[in-house]
């Protein structure tokens, strides 16, 4: 089984997708108890919300003018803490989403790398072999060329030119090579 074909970090990060929502429901309840993340951080979104929502629902149903009451603090609050907890999750389901994407773009940078290497290599062999081509080109035209020179085989060939040394008479080479014995 190949390493890659199972897809582990996939898995991972599902895991902590689904770890995250109880994290969120504990953050909307914690942030529900706490009088400032109810006052400043729930009850603000939970409003804007609720004047976004039925602003666009009064609009598709026609009424144009019509204003729009806000909510009391405590559902204005509970919808918040909602917004809170399903942004917390999209924020870990985002970020998961993001460290896959990194993920991926690092193993294919990795194998454009190797390919980019192995072509790299691939070209200095041939580069390699197309020398040595030509050096054998070389040598097959040099020996064309000496056995173009030779006879052809059906004739005798002229005999080697011999260079033949004079010869000379023993007597005067050995009184020549002896040493005068006044001079010793």
């Known amino acids: 089984m190949a390493v890659g074909a199972f897809p582990i970090a996939k898995l991972l ?5 689904q770890l995250s929502k109880p994290v969120a429901n504990r953050l909307k309840a914690g942030a529900l108890r706490s009088d400032f993340f109810k006052t400043y ?6 409003q804007i919300y609720h004047w976004v929502e039925m602003r666009t629902k009064m ?8 204003t729009i009451k806000p909510l009391n603090e405590e559902a204005a609050a509970e919808l918040g803490a909602e917004l809170l907890g ?3 999750i999209f924020i870990v389901g985002g970020g998961c989403m993001i460290l896959e994407y990194s993920r991926q773009a690092a193993n294919s ?5 190797e390919l980019s290497h192995t072509i790299g290599s691939l070209q200095t ?24 020179s030779l006879p ?4 005798a060939p002229s005999p080697p030119a011999t260079t033949q040394l004079p010869v000379s008479d023993p007597a005067t080479t050995l ?7 006044s001079q010793k």
């Open 13 to 17: 990060y599902l895991g902590v997708r």
């Open 41 to 46: 951080v729930c009850l603000p979104p939970g």
């Open 59 to 66: 609009r598709i149903m026609g009424f144009r003018g019509s």
């Open 86 to 88: 399903e942004a917390i």
């Open 109 to 113: 940078k990795r194998k454009e790398e």
């Open 125 to 148: 062999q041939i580069g390699e072999l197309a020398l040595n081509t030509e050096t054998l080109d070389a040598r097959l035209r040099e020996v064309n060329r000496l056995l173009l």
């Open 152 to 155: 052809p085989p059906g004739l």
């Open 175 to 181: 009184a020549s090579s002896s040493v005068d014995p």
